[in-house]
């Protein structure tokens, strides 16, 4: 069966450092990968998609790789702040699909 | 959460009461989507909607209905609600479903807690 693995459930990391996510997953052909953030008592929030074509995406301090090779995405948040606590996120999509299959999160914490 | 609205955002109900739940948007976008949420299992897709009476099931569909009559409603129905059933349910909406990039805008969530 399908299956999407994020590394950890929780992440605790210093202020100014890079937080890196990790998303696995088996089974599963997709054409593109979505992150999403999602604070407390909230729904999630698009942040950036890659395509299985493309290696790298960034976006300001956001940064995601794609390695349809080992099934795997890495997230990156660079210069990390207090303000990037919350929990991230990965979603697969098949081309020509509506389905969107998420993994279950990892809760990340940035300490000052 | 602009342009989608979920109501109730908070419901206690107890095991065999039907229940159902409202997704509101005014994007006029063609997809919608119910997924719940619970510890450990992250997102869940329940039912979506590719347009006006049309649905299909998601991976965890079982004890749930869902009825679409306007472009801007998407209903999500308990028949008889379960313990099991206690979740947060969050709707989305999508513009296109059929391109890869289908991003999803969420609705701040519903709360179901069944007694």
């Known amino acids: 069966s399908q299956k999407i693995e994020q590394n950890s459930e929780a992440l605790n990391i210093q202020e100014g450092k890079t937080a890196t996510l990790t998303c696995n997953y088996t089974?599963?052909?997709?054409?593109?990968l979505q992150w999403y953030r999602q604070d407390p008592g909230r729904g999630p929030v698009f942040l950036l998609l890659?395509?299985?074509?493309?290696k790298e995406k960034r976006k300001e301090r956001l940064k995601v790789t794609f390695d349809t090779t080992l099934k795997q995405s890495l997230f990156h948040i660079t210069a990390s702040q207090p303000a990037d606590s919350a929990t991230y996120l990965c979603?697969?999509?098949?081309?020509?699909?509506?389905?969107?299959?998420f993994g279950s999160g990892t809760r990340l914490s940035i300490r000052p | 959460d602009a342009g989608i609205t979920q109501s109730p955002r908070h419901k206690v109900t107890e095991t065999g009461t039907p229940v159902t739940l409202r997704c509101h948007q005014t994007?006029?976008?063609?997809?919608m989507y119910w997924y719940r949420q619970d510890p450990g299992h992250g997102l869940r897709l329940i039912h979506y909607?590719?347009?006006?009476?049309?649905?299909d099931k998601g991976e965890v569909s079982d004890g749930y209905s869902v009825s679409r009559s306007k472009t801007e409603d998407f209903l999500l129905t308990l028949e008889s609600a379960t313990s099991s059933q206690t979740s947060v349910y969050f709707c989305?909406?999508?513009?296109?479903?059929?391109?890869?990039?289908?991003?999803?805008?969420f609705g701040a969530g519903s709360r179901l807690t069944v007694l």
């Open positions: 994007e006029n976008h063609r997809y």
């Open positions: 979603a697969l999509v098949r081309s020509s699909a509506s389905k969107i299959i």
């Open positions: 909607s590719y347009g006006v009476k049309d649905t």
């Open positions: 089974n599963y052909s997709p054409a593109y």
């Open positions: 890659i395509r299985e074509n493309e």
């Open positions: 989305a909406i999508s513009e296109d479903g059929l391109s890869g990039a289908n991003v999803l805008t």
